[in-house]
């Protein structure tokens, strides 16, 4: 038995993307269920996966045609009061070798139709590896099924095997969502958000910033109610897409809507948060005025040093961040970082030459390793961020930071440490 | 339609049931799967997965992986990890992935044992069956590997086989313990509920073996063969109902919903199970369901005053009008006992 695997962030800076060792990548060695993987594999459980992901439009219903091992997690998105949208068409094991099933859904689609009480927005076929291998054309599949009933049907690919993909499953269905919006006369003054399923929180300065510069209706899909109101975001003058996993769906809202995207990231550090307002001001063609939030909410990180002093985080990933990124925030405001569980990759290995710099004692550990079976939590972790880091260290004050309301720019910072001073605060209190 | 699921979702698959068996037996469990059938397993079918530690991984295939076939790329990460993770015997558990792509498990099987070193188990899974198949398979597996050697009988002691979250809502045999303590049974070893792969070993030492699921018949049957241990069947944990005078359906898996039967006075009760029945413990008007349809017909027209099932049924039982009860089943609905 080996101890867990990590790597310091100093020696992980010297190496690149294509040289990275072993343990960080994931192909070469086989996956341990972290609670992060358990997020990244089994989205269903927690979050939104292909399958909740694929019902963000307003009035849509899904049929899930696969084995039944592929659907069984979806029983917990019941809670969550999706169970009346669900369908199931259950394959055997003669159906996912020679695919006859597929002649078989539109009707069942037709039979669905029976169970509900209004006409679908839209019914979104999800399938799975099965089809993966077997090259099933949905495209086709859900032309047949739009025949036989006449409801609109799109794909939903829950294609796990192409997980590494340039178009992961995340991407594909944040494609396959914004594919029913339709070309319609636009309006200067109405934006998109996208790239979260759920809406941003909603003392999110961005609404104010967007008003300052005469922008009068925001639109995201985590706020669509109806369809009419889903059916709206083709008004809009452009799009500010907020993860990267939608920028396929941007570019085929450019191309079929001409609606021009803008990509911001979300990040932590208040230097960059301040500086890609300036730039989303000048692509817009005004200047946004962020100084008051901007103050605040240095404020308010002072404030939270002063009350709980110079706390050592262990960072997860499962949370609403790039580890990597959000590290180098809590080292910028005079925190430290001693452990991150993450995914390091092309996207963020910038953020780790930074890192080796400022903190290079750092340690990061691969949630994916099957070494982290072995893990023992370190002494010297004063607070955990994240779902898993917070698994990891249970008996230290920790935020999971992975809740519905989407965190960017300076609230996302302030609802981090909300989230953290409400978290030590309990602790403490139940001592 | 068949196989159309239009008021319940999936119940749990054979994968599933094989990842209970091997649980706790100390073993390297290996889903062959691109992620999400590990993902099931750990984030919702195996309610033990944070509470007690288990080498249980993905394979994490992606898809030139399944086109090229690359098995040996698959037992070089195993052989990696048997040195990094401590165990026993390696367990390969099959998906719709190798499925699909015919894999031979058999070979599979062969290629890892010569590359570890290490007993290799396959199981020839496929994730479109129910989990009864896939414990059925594993507990028969495990026992006709491990349980060789005939030992001497200790007096008194029971061997306890079926007893898996799913088929239980458990996940320790503290409460069940105590049942069987009550009924005389002092030293009692749950085959894969704390216990692990050295109960397997000395199977032979048991007085007795108490089968409480039928996914367990085959491996008992198999060592009543072996060392002639008796066996009988039964489900002793199952709870009382003030019922009587009534017509009532229990659903749930058979020796579960015989011992529910057993305890309802003055009643006439059906058996149903959507997991499997064994003939020789069936009453004549016991069904196995096999499609939501039969379900929601059986529970409209049967004439039932009672129902005593799983409430994640419910949404299927039509218009059904008379009273339900709960009666949780890990395997359907996903909830453990209170």
Request: proline fraction near 4%.
């Amino acid at each position: 038995m080996v101890d867990a695997y990590y790597i310091t962030a100093k020696q992980l800076a010297k190496l690149s993307c294509e040289t990275l060792p072993e343990e960080l990548t994931s192909a070469k060695h086989m996956i341990y269920s972290s609670p992060a993987t358990l997020d990244f594999n089994s989205p269903g459980a927690k979050g939104f996966g292909v399958k909740r992901a694929g019902l963000a439009i307003p009035g849509s219903v899904m049929l899930l045609i696969a084995p039944g091992c592929c659907g069984r997690n979806t029983q917990l998105l019941n809670a969550l009061g999706y169970s009346e949208r669900f369908f199931y068409l259950m394959l055997d094991d003669t159906d996912i070798v020679t695919g006859r099933y597929v002649s078989k859904i539109p009707k069942a689609c037709e039979e669905l139709l029976g169970e509900l009480a209004q006409k679908p927005s839209v019914i979104m076929l999800c399938v799975t590896c099965v089809d993966a291998l077997l090259g099933t054309d949905m495209e086709r599949v859900c032309r047949a099924c739009e025949q036989r009933t006449g409801v609109k049907a799109a794909p939903a690919y829950m294609y796990a095997l192409t997980r590494e993909k340039r178009l992961p499953p995340m991407g594909l269905v944040r494609k396959s969502v914004y594919s029913l919006l339709e070309p319609q006369q636009r309006y200067s003054r109405e934006c998109n958000i996208l790239g979260f399923f759920s809406a941003l929180d909603d003392g999110c300065e961005i609404y104010d910033l967007l008003s300052q510069a005469g922008i009068k209706k925001v639109r995201e899909i985590g706020r669509c109610k109806t369809f009419e109101e889903y059916s709206g975001m083709s008004r809009a003058n452009f799009s500010i897409v907020l993860n990267s996993e939608a920028r396929a769906a941007a570019q085929d809202m450019q191309q079929r809507l001409g609606i021009p995207f803008i990509e911001l990231t979300r990040m932590f550090r208040l230097d960059k948060i301040a500086n890609q307002y300036r730039l989303l001001g000048q692509a817009i063609g005004a200047e946004l005025d962020d100084t008051e939030y901007y103050e605040k909410t240095k404020e308010q990180i002072e404030s939270f040093k002063k009350k709980h002093g110079s706390l050592t985080f262990a960072v997860g990933e499962s949370l609403n961040a790039d580890s990597f990124e959000l590290a180098l925030a809590l080292i910028g405001w005079g925190f430290k970082v001693n452990e991150i569980y993450g995914t390091v990759g092309e996207r963020n290995f910038v953020f780790v030459k930074k890192l080796a710099q400022l903190s290079p004692d750092t340690r990061i550990y691969s949630n994916l390793s099957p070494t982290m079976m072995n893990y023992v939590p370190s002494e010297d972790t004063d607070a955990a961020v994240g779902a898993d880091a917070v698994y990891y260290h249970k008996d230290k004050p920790g935020a999971d930071f992975n809740g519905e309301e989407q965190p960017f720019g300076y609230r996302g910072v302030a609802m981090l440490f909300e989230q953290l001073d409400k978290a030590i605060d309990e602790r403490r209190s139940a001592r | 339609m068949k196989k159309l699921l239009k008021h319940i979702s999936p119940l749990a698959p054979d994968d599933s049931g094989v990842c209970a068996v091997l649980y706790e037996m100390g073993g390297i469990t290996v889903i062959c799967d691109a992620g999400g059938c590990a993902g099931n397993v750990c984030g919702f079918d195996e309610p033990r997965w944070f509470k007690k530690r288990s080498a249980l991984f993905s394979a994490g295939l992606r898809d030139m992986d399944a086109i090229l076939g690359r098995d040996e790329l698959l037992v070089k990460k195993l052989k990696t990890m048997t040195e990094q993770v401590e165990g026993r015997f390696i367990a390969i558990v099959g998906t719709p992935v190798p499925a699909v792509i015919a894999t031979d498990m058999k070979a599979l099987e062969r290629m890892s044992e010569k590359q570890t070193g290490l007993a290799c188990l396959a199981f020839r899974t496929d994730g479109t069956k129910l989990y009864d198949h896939g414990e059925q398979m594993a507990y028969h597996r495990l026992f006709g590997h491990f349980a060789e050697k005939k030992l001497p009988v200790k007096k008194g002691r029971l061997g306890v086989i079926g007893a898996t979250p799913l088929n239980t809502g458990e996940t320790d045999s503290r409460a069940m313990r105590e049942v069987l303590k009550e009924k005389g049974w002092e030293d009692v070893v749950f085959f894969g509920l704390d216990s692990g792969a050295d109960d397997v070993i000395n199977a032979s030492e048991c007085e007795r073996l108490l089968v409480i699921s039928p996914s367990g018949l085959k491996a008992a049957e198999l060592l009543n063969e072996r060392f002639a241990t008796p066996f009988e069947v039964g489900f002793p944990f199952a709870p009382s109902f003030d019922i009587s005078g009534k017509k009532v359906l229990v659903v749930h898996q058979q020796f579960a919903a015989n011992a529910v039967r057993e305890k309802l006075s003055d009643c006439d009760v059906t058996v149903a199970s959507w997991f499997m029945m064994d003939k020789r413990y069936m009453q004549e008007r016991d069904v196995r369901i096999t499609q939501e349809e039969e379900f929601s017909d059986l529970c409209e027209n049967g004439g039932y005053d009672v129902i005593i099932a799983d409430s994640f049924f419910r949404r299927a039982a039509g218009n059904f009008e008379g009273r339900w009860i709960d009666l949780p089943h890990f395997a359907a609905g996903g909830r453990l006992n209170d």
